[in-house]
């Protein structure tokens, strides 16, 4: 049985989207480096033609990847747009408090296959996701992190 994997609705939409333009326009650009490469003639030492095949391999996975991702999502259901949520959960957008930096950041609690820590989209399995799963508005929690433990006040949870 395939293992289920949870997402937001942009994460679904995303993933939809990059299976949609691999299957259409990155499938037809790769073909067309095929044939041209295939026009250079002799195959064995053609270093455009490996190129492109191997390309075309990388794609395909990619393609199949998605696939399987695609039928084992579960959406996660979402709190109504700017409704506060009584607990951090997935597709929660949380605003915590550094403690000992006294610095407010919002972050939101995505799965591992849409963290974008530049976005400040946060994984529910790295240290600081896993730390504020479940937690209230006013919980101090407690990151293990590389430089120590840091402590963060949850200040507020919404979608």
Do not use: F, W
């Not at 989207?17 to 044939?35: H, N, T, W």
């Not at 199949?64 to 039928?71: Q, R």
């Not at 607990?87 to 407010?104: A, I, N, Q, W, Y």
């Not at 400040?120 to 399995?125: A, L, M, V, Y």
Request: glycine content about 6%; some cysteine.
């Amino acid at each position: 049985m395939a293992k289920t994997i949870t997402l937001t609705i942009e994460g679904k939409a995303k993933l939809e989207q990059e299976l949609q333009d691999l299957k259409s326009r990155v499938r037809m650009e790769i073909a067309e480096k095929i044939k041209t490469a295939r026009s250079y003639g002799d195959l064995s030492e053609n270093s455009e033609y490996d190129e492109a095949k191997d390309e075309q391999a990388m794609v395909e996975a990619r393609i199949a990847d998605l696939e399987v991702t695609l039928k084992n999502v579960v959406v996660v259901e979402e709190p109504k747009k700017g409704r506060k949520s009584a607990t951090v959960k997935l597709g929660s957008k949380v605003t915590v408090l550094d403690l000992e930096l006294e610095e407010e950041v919002t972050y939101e609690v995505v799965s591992s296959i849409e963290a974008a820590p530049t976005e400040n989209k946060i994984s529910d399995d790295c240290p600081l996701g896993v730390a504020l799963i479940g937690k209230h508005e006013g919980d101090i929690i407690d990151v293990d992190a590389p430089v120590g433990i840091i402590q963060y006040k949850i200040v507020k949870i919404a979608k």
